[in-house]
Nanobody
């Protein structure tokens, strides 16, 4: 499956941004979807994941209550709604896909998008 992330940009702290990730090439609903991020000088970290049907979601503690992951299987797209953004949310955000249930270890995910940069100014 091919993944194309979009929606990043420069935003002030406290504002919102929505990322999208469009998938192609395989049956989208067969894949568990996730978002990861990598800040400058840091390792890539788990942000959120959503199950095949969208009935189950998981979040990193740092974004819980502020970010929402969702998916539209008819549009082959997964979203990450980011609210109350903080400067520490600044990172390149990646979408990822895997066939089996998610794990927070990024090395276990099979497919990756190219990343979209989110910059939060204070």
């Amino acid at each position: 499956v091919q993944l194309q992330a979009s929606g990043g940009g420069l935003v002030q702290a406290g504002r919102s941004l929505r990322l999208s990730c469009a998938a192609s090439g395989r049956t989208f609903s067969n894949y568990y979807m996730g978002w990861f991020r990598q800040a400058p000088g840091k390792e890539r970290e788990f942000v959120a994941a959503i199950s095949w049907s969208g009935s189950s979601t998981s979040y990193a503690d740092s974004v819980k209550g502020r970010f929402t992951i969702s998916r539209d299987n008819a549009k082959n797209t997964v979203y990450l709604e980011m609210n109350s953004l903080k400067p520490e949310d600044t990172a390149v955000y990646y979408c990822a896909a895997r066939l089996s249930r998610y794990q927070r270890d990024d090395k276990s995910w099979n497919y990756w998008g190219q990343g979209t940069l989110v910059t939060v100014s204070s």
